[in-house]
T-cell receptor, first 113, second 115 residues
C-alpha cells in the first residue's frame, strides 16, 4: 500500500499547455502539501491544504491552482506551462503535529519543452 | 523567518569512512528538527528527527543531536556504505502545531560513497 501516491511519475509537455498532477494519501492525515524541487535539488513549499481548506499559498503564480476534493486528495493544475515550470513536484501529507514530520510521494518530474 | 543552512556539497567518501554533514538553523521558539534522505529517482524519506533540545535522533546508523546553544543538528555516521549514496536534507518544523505549520528545508547535500 503506497501511503502517498502521485500520478503521473513523468510528464513531458509543450509550452502553453495545461496539465494536472494528482495526489492521494491513505494515511488519514489532515494536511497535504505541494513542494517544488528545482534542478539544484532545492525544495520550496507551494501550497498546503487542511481538510480541503487552503492554508498556505507561497507566492506561486496564478497559473498554478491546487484543488482538494476531500482531505485524502490534493491535485495540482497548471495552466499555460512555461519552461521555468520544469521541475520535480512532490506531494506530502502530515498530521497536525509539528514533530511528526511529513510523508512524501515519489514525485512527478515535469519537463516543459 | 525560519531558515536552514547546510554545508556546501557534494561530498565524496570511501566506504567505511566517517560522515559528518553540518546543519544549522534559525527559528523562533523551539522547532522540531529533521533529516530527510532522497535516494536517486525517489521521493524524500524521513531519516531521523528530534523534537527538543539535547534529543538525539538515530536511524540506520545515522545520528544527530539537537543543540539549542549552537542552533545545530549535524548528521553523523561512523561508517558509510555505498548504499548511503543519496541527497540529504536538513529541515525544521515551526514551533507551533497546527495546520499552518510547514517544513523548511536546507538546500540538500549530495553524498557519494565509493567502494
Amino acid at each position: 500500500d503506497t501511503a502517498v501516491s502521485q500520478t503521473p511519475k513523468y510528464l513531458v509537455t509543450q509550452m502553453g499547455n495545461d496539465k494536472s498532477i494528482k495526489c492521494e494519501q491513505n494515511l488519514g492525515h489532515d494536511t497535504m502539501y505541494w513542494y517544488k524541487q528545482d534542478s539544484k535539488k532545492f525544495l520550496k513549499i507551494m501550497f498546503s491544504y487542511n481538510n480541503k481548506e487552503l492554508i498556505i499559498n507561497e507566492t506561486v503564480p496564478n497559473r498554478f491552482s491546487p484543488k482538494s476534493p476531500d482531505k485524502a486528495h490534493l491535485n495540482l493544475h497548471i495552466n499555460s506551462l512555461e519552461l521555468g515550470d520544469s521541475a520535480v513536484y512532490f506531494c506530502a501529507s502530515s498530521q497536525d503535529r509539528r514533530e511528526w514530520g511529513y510523508t512524501f510521494g515519489s514525485g512527478t518530474r515535469l519537463t516543459v519543452v | 523567518g525560519n531558515s536552514v543552512t547546510q554545508m556546501e556539497g557534494p561530498v565524496t567518501l570511501s566506504e567505511e569512512a566517517f560522515l559528518t554533514i553540518n546543519c544549522t538553523y534559525t527559528a523562533t521558539g523551539y522547532p522540531s528538527l529533521f533529516w530527510y534522505v532522497q535516494y536517486p529517482g525517489e521521493g524524500l524519506q524521513l531519516l531521523l528527527k528530534a523534537t527538543k533540545a539535547d534529543d538525539k535522533g538515530s536511524n540506520k546508523g545515522f545520528e544527530a543531536t539537537y543543540r539549542k546553544e549552537t542552533t545545530s543538528f549535524h548528521l553523523e555516521k561512523g561508517s558509510v556504505q555505498v548504499s548511503d549514496s543519496a541527497v540529504y536534507f536538513c529541515a525544521l518544523s515551526e514551533t507551533w502545531a497546527g495546520a499552518n505549520s510547514k517544513l523548511t528545508f536546507g538546500k540538500g547535500i549530495t553524498l557519494s560513497v565509493r567502494p
